[in-house]
């Protein structure tokens, strides 16, 4: 039976990717990193950003100067075989569908107590290429531990094998805000359920300050662009449900 989850961990493998994402990510996109200068020295804290791309992990893992752990769908229903190495080489805290995911949930709070960082995409997923809602952990989360949030904006990920399949480089931007929080939710049943909501909104609201005015979709100060985005917010595995797997790795 595994025990209580260790902050860091793997951290030969980690730190071998680590320093090879750096180079790499130069090397298929022109990258440009905006707001260094706004990473806190160390956790406890909960990274979040938008999903638009498989590569979103990987730009998490360039721009961080901590060891950072992942939150992540245990069985991505649409990812490409070639970008499903790094998840499995890095590992992470899966996460499967309709279960509630009671143990991936209590490693991140460990994590997250041991001073930890953890990484969450808080939309639960990439289907679309515009900000939609968060999904109701990521919240629970941060009211959970009064860990601090980092928000980050990623777009121009979903250009880079595309472009090089035409023979060209395409321009990915990482925008690093500045921390936000802690916030917490009060009372219980509905109560909570609607301060997380409301949690999650604003996590998102602070994402979308990161990106182009034109990816802010449902949280975009422009009607036209919200309107665009009608149909991006339904989640396509609500009534799915995945079983957890015996024994895997940590």
Request: glycine share 12%; net charge positive.
């Amino acid at each position: 039976m595994a025990g209580e989850i260790h902050y860091p961990r793997r951290r030969l493998i980690r730190g071998i990717m680590h320093t090879l994402a750096i180079p790499a990510l130069h090397l298929v996109a022109d990258l440009h990193v905006h707001g260094m200068e706004n990473l806190p020295a160390g956790g406890p804290l909960i990274v979040v950003g938008n999903h638009f791309s498989f590569l979103d992990p990987v730009a998490f893992v360039r721009i961080a100067p901590w060891p950072i752990e992942f939150v992540g769908g245990a069985r991505p229903p649409h990812a490409p075989q070639t970008t499903r190495l790094f998840p499995w080489l890095w590992g992470f805290l899966p996460l499967y569908r309709g279960t509630g995911s009671t143990e991936a949930l209590k490693d991140a709070k460990s994590i997250l107590n041991q001073g930890g960082v953890l990484g969450i995409f808080p939309e639960g997923g990439n289907w679309a290429e515009v900000l939609r809602p968060a999904r109701p952990g990521t919240a629970f989360l941060a009211s959970l531990t009064d860990a601090p949030i980092l928000p980050i904006a990623l777009w121009g990920f979903t250009q880079v094998f595309p472009s090089l399949a035409r023979g060209k480089r395409a321009t990915a931007h990482i925008n690093i805000g500045k921390p936000f929080g802690p916030l917490k939710a009060s009372g219980a049943g509905r109560e909570k359920r609607q301060h997380l909501d409301e949690i999650g909104h604003q996590i998102m609201h602070e994402i979308a300050a990161l990106l182009p005015p034109e990816l802010r979709g449902h949280y975009s100060d422009d009607p036209a662009i919200r309107r665009a985005a009608q149909g991006t917010e339904i989640y396509p595995w609500a009534d799915k449900v995945e079983g957890e797997v015996v024994g895997q790795v940590r």
